[in-house]
């Protein structure tokens, strides 16, 4: 296949071969991963485990805001380890390193480990622009070589880490598309055919009727054939009561206010302390006393699945290499196998089990909205009935569900909303709407700002430098909007 290079100037490859990535993405073949080395027809039960990397793009490369150059949160915390945690930025480098020297250990063993990898672009690019090839380097072997490549599942993401409920829709759709750019320039477009799964940031789910639509039609338009989802994000679609066999797949089916519809397999992350679980390999020791449960009129493997953040905290940093490889030894050949996501879900097709056959489940709060709209009533009624169950109950809202319920990604957060919104509405106004060529360097140039304005880091630290980051580098955007279109 056709190689992308990694960047166009000084700004990575973001845009400008959608034709191409689209083409790949069509002729893939139906199977990323089977036949593989793993028979989970002889599986009681199973694990999958997701790490989940970041580092956002901050104006801090200078002492003046508004002239410092745009680098990467870890160069920075490199640069002045004796602020805060900020020593812990060499540690960070190595996890973001490390599963590049686990797996091909384990599999120089003759093991069989299993890891599903979702870094931001925003991440992949500071690491390059730092100079930390070894990084990427020891990321590519795992990823391209046939030896280790079945052990690693890539998970899609938006480039810039945006929270779905609160990122315009276009512009959502944009940083998939940027981010399935940039990992193909990085690690090839056959690498990218095997990327059928999508981490949303912070595990939020829109829950909004036309952005749920939106953002499910995004992910299948861009070829992804199933989406990690928290356990508290997601409703039963008959009843709207929580989920009960709630590691096995689901269908996340969302319709809009003008009755359209799409759907797509739902992977259901349980709640919890996410890196305590996953640094201490806990899904695999509930999976272990799990035994097969029905499906579509099959017995299946249950998959007991998380993701946690690959480097964050103690537990992640210290613990989790030591319990990775004791348990991926210990389940090699075992009734309770580490596998990837795909891989699991390409044995289930093998069975002759299709998405239809998946139970349906809907975002929170939306069987409220349905007992008094009908799909198709349009946008206009759809605002008047949720603003009268605002009314009703102060506990409800479409703001969208993610890792945790008692964060809103939008509340309290206008004053970085505006130059976000304005910023993409300019984008809009003067590069979407009049067409311009994805490939132009201005188009990319202004991309790049924009979705690294969309950063969800600018809202989750709270107001203060974090928030003055984002307005920062939405001025930029708009700056670069209107000196080059």
Not at 256 to 272: F, Y
Request: aromatic share 8%.
């Amino acid at each position: 296949m056709q190689d992308l290079p990694e960047y166009v100037g000084d700004v990575p490859n973001i845009s400008g071969s959608e034709a191409l990535i689209e083409e790949a993405i069509k002729g893939r073949s139906r199977y990323a991963f089977t036949p593989g080395p793993i028979d989970l027809s002889k599986a009681r039960s199973a694990c999958a485990i997701a790490l989940h990397m970041h580092q956002p793009l901050i104006p801090a490369g200078g002492a003046d805001l508004r002239t410092a150059a745009l680098i990467s949160n870890l160069q920075h915390m490199m640069e002045n380890q004796s602020i805060g945690d900020n020593h812990n930025a060499p540690v960070f480098q190595w996890c973001y390193k490390r599963m590049g020297e686990f797996v091909p250990q384990l599999i120089g063993e003759g093991k069989h480990p299993r890891v599903m990898l979702e870094y931001s672009g925003t991440l992949l690019h500071g690491l390059r622009k730092m100079g930390l090839h070894d990084v990427i380097d020891a990321l590519k072997t795992i990823t391209m070589d046939p030896n280790y490549r079945g052990a690693v599942e890539w998970l899609g993401a938006p480039w810039g880490h945006a929270v779905a409920p609160s990122t315009p829709v276009q512009d959502f759709r944009l940083h998939v598309r940027a981010w399935q750019h940039h990992f193909a320039a990085i690690f090839g477009l056959e690498a990218l055919t095997r990327v059928r799964g999508f981490s949303p940031s912070e595990m939020a789910l829109p829950n909004h009727p036309d952005i749920a639509y939106a953002f499910v039609k995004t992910l299948k338009d861009c070829g992804f054939q199933w989406v990690l989802v928290q356990e508290h994000s997601v409703e039963n679609a008959e009843n709207g009561h929580g989920i009960e066999r709630k590691h096995l797949p689901h269908r996340l089916v969302c319709r809009s206010s003008k009755g359209e519809v799409a759907s797509i397999v739902a992977i259901i992350k349980t709640q919890g302390s996410d890196t305590k679980l996953v640094a201490q390999m806990q899904p695999y020791y509930e999976a272990k006393g799990l035994s097969r449960w029905p499906l579509g009129g099959k017995q299946v493997p249950p998959l007991v699945t998380q993701i946690a953040d690959g480097e964050n905290g103690g537990v992640m940093m210290n613990e989790f290499p030591p319990k990775f490889m004791e348990v991926s030894r210990e389940a090699t050949g075992s009734e309770t196998p580490l596998v990837n996501v795909t891989e699991y879900l390409e044995h289930l097709d093998g069975l002759g089990l299709r998405e239809d056959d998946f139970p349906a489940v809907q975002p929170m709060f939306q069987k409220r909205i349905w007992d008094r709209f009908k799909a198709g009533e349009g946008p206009e009624k759809l605002a008047k009935v949720i603003e009268g169950l605002k009314r009703e109950d102060g506990r409800f809202h479409v703001d969208g569900g993610s890792w945790t319920n008692d964060l809103s990604w939008v509340r309290g957060y206008e004053n970085v909303l505006g130059p976000m919104e304005a910023a993409s509405s300019a984008f809009y106004e003067k590069v979407l709407k009049p067409k311009i060529s994805p490939a132009h360097p201005a188009y990319r140039n202004a991309l790049l700002h924009l979705l690294s304005s969309q950063t969800s880091c600018y809202r989750y630290w709270g107001q203060g430098t974090w928030t003055e980051y984002g307005r920062e580098i939405c001025r930029r955007a708009q700056d670069i909007i209107s000196h080059d279109f």
